[in-house]
T-cell receptor, first 112, second 111 residues
């Protein structure tokens, strides 16, 4: 079955370290998204991509970057992790912009 | 400034009764609204949606109502079941096809 996976599921890191969270989907979806979930804020969009080599900033993009070298993967990089980036991160994908987004299981990140 | 708000962080309902989850929005340019359900340690899953040109959409036990003049939507679950216990997020889509999520409501259905 097609799916969307994230790794690692849990990560502890130190402030200042570079961290990369992986997202892989097997639906061949063009659109991929990264969100963070924080209590009281729901899900906020970090970055998104409409296809290979396309990346765009979302609502809370500072301190994060993404790259899209193929259809299946959209890794999220925290350039220099900060305690404010402690959160749960969700990746999502959709076939077109008007279609429902399907979410991965999430990565819980703790920055000490 | 949150454009989509869920003012009730939690809701407790008895099994078999109706659950009503509410969501308010401020941006009149939103053209599509969705509800997602999230269990602990899992990603959100799509539940039901409604276009801004409609005022009601029903799918089994789940019905979403949209009141455009009040910029308000609600999700009704009838009858509520213990397996419905989860966090529910409403989301709104704008012309740029981006989703804006509310803060979520935790529903607890008591047996």
């Amino acid at each position: 079955d097609a799916e969307i996976t994230q790794s690692p599921r849990h990560k502890i890191t130190e402030t200042g370290r570079q961290v990369t969270l992986a997202c892989h989907q097997t639906w061949n979806h063009n659109n991929m998204f990264w969100y963070r979930q924080d209590l009281g804020h729901g899900l906020r969009l970090i970055h998104y991509s409409y296809g290979v080599q396309d990346t765009n900033k979302g609502e809370v993009s500072d301190g994060y970057s993404v790259s899209r070298s193929n259809t299946e993967d959209l890794p999220l990089t925290l350039e220099s992790a900060a305690s404010s980036q402690t959160s749960v991160y969700f990746c999502a994908s959709s076939g077109t912009s008007r279609e429902t987004q399907y979410f991965g299981p999430g990565t819980r990140l703790l920055v000490l | 400034d949150q454009q989509v708000k869920q003012n009730s962080p939690s809701l407790s309902v008895q099994e078999g009764r109706i659950s009503i989850l509410n969501c308010d929005y401020t941006n009149s340019m939103f053209d599509y609204f969705l509800w997602y359900k999230k269990y602990p340690a899992e990603g959100p899953t799509f539940l039901i949606s409604i276009s801004s040109i409609k005022d009601k959409n029903e799918d089994g036990r789940f019905t979403v109502f949209l009141n455009k003049s009040a910029k308000h939507l609600s999700l009704h679950i009838v009858p509520s079941q213990p397996g419905d216990s989860a966090v529910y997020f409403c989301a709104a889509r704008n012309a740029g096809n981006m989703l804006t999520f509310g803060g979520g409501t935790r529903l607890m259905v008591k047996p």
